[in-house]
């Protein structure tokens, strides 16, 4: 399977602990995105990189939340100090500059809930 | 803010007949659309675009309609199928074709 993985499909944590997900995208896709999907709203957007680098913030992207992607291939993203209202979706995307950078590919998501 | 306006949060279709979903949007700077579909516990995926040099796009199935002055989209599906049942969303990318800006959905629901 070469398309977009993430790890894990479901966590269930108590408010105030610290989460890590994973990311690893279609191989040759440069471009990655976390966005975050909460009940009935379309995903929202929170971060993406090209390469390694990490080019736009959303402001939903608070200071307990941060994003890596090293190598430029996987990407992790934590969020520190859990409240409840970070229980969403979290889902992970990529895509290749140049070429259809506005076709992005996602992964199933990591269903967070803090309880 | 909502850019992205989807105002319809359901639909129910009969197995065969034509389904039309809506899209509405406020940025006119857009000049790409996306419609993605959702199963439950998957991710999106994209399903058809379109320019905004264009006013139509099909592939199979599936066609986009777009009309800028109206600053509407539609996808059609026809025939629909009880497997077209999921979540569509529409997507617009945002500058530097960086960030996808998402409607809220349109749950389909295609019945045998």
């Known amino acids: 399977d070469t398309g977009v993985s993430q790890d894990p499909r479901h966590k269930i944590t108590k408010r105030g602990q610290n989460v890590t997900f994973r990311c690893d995208p279609i191989?040759?896709?440069?471009?990655l995105y976390w966005y975050r999907q909460t009940l009935g709203q379309g995903p929202e957007f929170l971060t993406y990189?090209?390469?390694?680098?990490?080019?736009?913030k959303s402001r939903l992207l608070s200071d307990r939340f941060s994003a890596e992607r090293p190598k430029g291939s996987f990407s992790t993203l934590e969020i520190q100090r859990t409240e409840q209202g970070d229980s969403a979706m979290y889902l992970c995307?990529?895509?290749?500059?140049?070429?259809?950078?506005?076709?992005?590919?996602f992964g199933p998501g990591t269903r967070l809930t803090v309880t | 803010d909502q850019q992205v306006k989807q105002n319809s949060p359901s639909l129910s279709v009969q197995e065969g007949r034509i389904s039309i979903l809506n899209c509405d949007y406020t940025n006119s700077m857009f000049d790409y659309f996306l419609w993605y579909k959702k199963y439950p516990a998957e991710g999106p995926t994209f399903l058809i675009s379109?320019?905004?040099?264009?006013d139509k796009n099909e592939d199979g199935r599936f066609t986009v309609f777009l009309n800028k002055s109206a600053k509407h989209l539609s996808l059609h599906i026809v025939p629909s199928q009880p497997g077209d049942s999921a979540v569509y969303f529409c997507a617009a990318p945002g500058a530097r074709y960086s960030t996808l800006t998402f409607g809220k959905g349109t749950m389909l629901l295609v019945s045998p």
């Open positions: 379109i320019s905004s040099i264009k």
């Open positions: 990189f090209q390469n390694e680098a990490q080019l736009e």
């Open positions: 995307a990529s895509s290749l500059v140049p070429g259809r950078p506005y076709e992005q590919y």
């Open positions: 191989s040759e896709h440069n471009r």
